[in-house]
Structure formats: C-alpha cells, structure tokens
C-alpha cells in the first residue's frame, strides 16, 4: 500500500498543474477513497 501511495502522489505532484487531468485526478480521488474506506471494512475485526 505505501508504494501505491508513493506512486499515486509522485502522479499528482506531474500533473497537477495540469488543468487536462483535473477529471481523472477527481477518479483517482474517488478510486483512492473507495479503496481506503474498502481496507477499513475489510479489516478484520478485534471481537473475530
């Protein structure tokens, strides 16, 4: 996860003076998001 994360922000810093990518940046942020929110509820539960 640390080197998707590694990626995902070197991938933001090229292109964020990009005004062309604003869209996908705003997928990514959704895809990123989705993801995270996916790990917590996945995590496996204490009470488990």
Known sequence: ???FTMLYLDE???SMHN???AN???Q???CVGCILSLQ???A???SA
């Open 28 to 30: 990514i942020d959704l």
């Open 12 to 14: 933001r810093k090229k």
């Open 19 to 21: 005004a062309q990518t």
């Open 1 to 3: 996860m640390k080197l």
């Open 24 to 26: 996908f940046r705003a």
């Open 40 to 42: 917590t509820a996945c």
């Open 44 to 46: 496996p539960k204490p």
